[in-house]
């Protein structure tokens, strides 16, 4: 796996994948000016939903669950001093679909926790990363 970053201006940079998908991230935005795209620490909160909403999604759907929406909301809290590390995370997930079964949910949040998501589990050697979920009826 490999990605590029590239320079624009001010604290804008484009990434690049190796499959050509881009995305603009910046640190800050010049003074007065829009900032253009997320920050790079969003971007691995980011990388932290998507991982683990894809795992809580696929074991759900493997356990004969009707889900027809996922929605995780990753809350972080980072350190005051350099290095701004994460020191808490949490990811919440919205799952939604047709007579869910709570069991059925936990355990996809679980799996995905303590062995699938490569993301959180990752992140998790430098901070405290929880969650949680609800379930909603479609």
Partial sequence: MQVTSKWLDGMCFVGTTEGGHSVVMEGAAVEGAVKRGAS???MLLLGVAGCS???VVM????QRQKV???QATV???RSDEAPRVFTEIHIHFKVIGHDLKETAIAKAVELSAEKYCSA???LGKAAVVTHSFEIAEA
């Fill in 75 to 77: 809350t972080a809290k």
């Fill in 40 to 42: 790079p620490m969003e």
């Fill in 68 to 70: 027809v929406d996922c």
């Fill in 120 to 122: 959180s589990i990752m």
């Fill in 59 to 62: 074991i759900a759907v493997k």
């Fill in 53 to 55: 909403s894809i795992d």
